[in-house]
């Protein structure tokens, strides 16, 4: 393959995740069968001299990214910090009480969204940081980005319309940003939605046929 210069990763860090109920806990979401040490020693797709690397972490292992970010050969220099809100299901989005209405929603107060309110060990989360770390020097492309934006989490519709939050998915508008920061090629590991035009590899990733399908 053609080596990338630019790498996303949102590795399945090992937590020791006992929380109660069926549904929490980042270990009944997805594999998280990693250790630090397998991270580190996860092999990497061809990677140019010149490379960015853009590598999500989670609030309770910092140290532990950090780490992963210097085993995988590159050095950190920055972070962008997703801030996140969630649909309002009041009224699915729109910030009216009707479709027809020009009135608000109360809820969200015709925004149509709600910051984040998630599970946290010290803090409820309504963030996520990923860690920005280069090899060599690559060229930037824009200078006008800025280190946080806000997005709504994604989400999963049935054929209900009944939306079920995706977790650890990221949103789109981040990779928007990646590829104003820095030309390809892009790649991703561990990733659970396809994009266009992006190398990919992760046990939760659609098949082709089922991304094109949806």
């Known amino acids: 393959m053609t080596p990338l210069r630019v790498l996303v990763a949102d590795p399945p860090w090992k937590f020791k995740d006992n929380l109660p109920g069926p549904g929490r ?3 009944k979401k997805y594999k998280c069968k990693l250790t630090i040490e397998q991270i580190c020693a996860f092999p ?27 085993a995988w050969g ?6 962008i910090v997703w801030c996140k809100v969630r649909r309002c299901a009041k009224c699915n989005g729109t910030g009216r009480v009707r479709a027809d209405s020009i009135a608000l929603c ?9 910051e984040a309110f998630l599970m946290g060990r010290s803090v409820r989360a309504a963030h996520e940081t990923a860690i920005i770390a280069t090899r060599g020097k690559p060229v930037r492309l824009s200078k006008s980005v800025r280190s ?15 939306g079920e939050l995706v977790h650890s998915a990221k949103p789109p508008e981040f990779y928007g940003i990646v590829e104003k920061l ?6 991703e ?5 396809r994009r266009p035009g992006w190398w990919q590899e992760g046990d939760q990733l659609p098949a082709l046929q089922e991304a094109t399908a949806t």
């Open 148 to 162: 946080r934006f806000k997005a709504r989490m994604p989400e999963e519709f049935d054929s209900r319309g009944v």
């Open 25 to 27: 806990g980042a270990a």
């Open 74 to 79: 590159f050095v950190p220099k920055s972070e």
């Open 182 to 187: 820095y030309g390809g090629p892009y790649g």
């Open 44 to 70: 990497l797709p061809p990677i140019m001299p010149d490379a960015v690397l853009f590598l999500w972490r989670v609030s309770a292992m910092v140290e532990e990214a950090y780490r992963v970010v210097r």
């Open 106 to 114: 109360m809820s969200c107060r015709g925004v149509g969204e709600h």
């Open 189 to 193: 590991l561990f990733a659970r939605t």
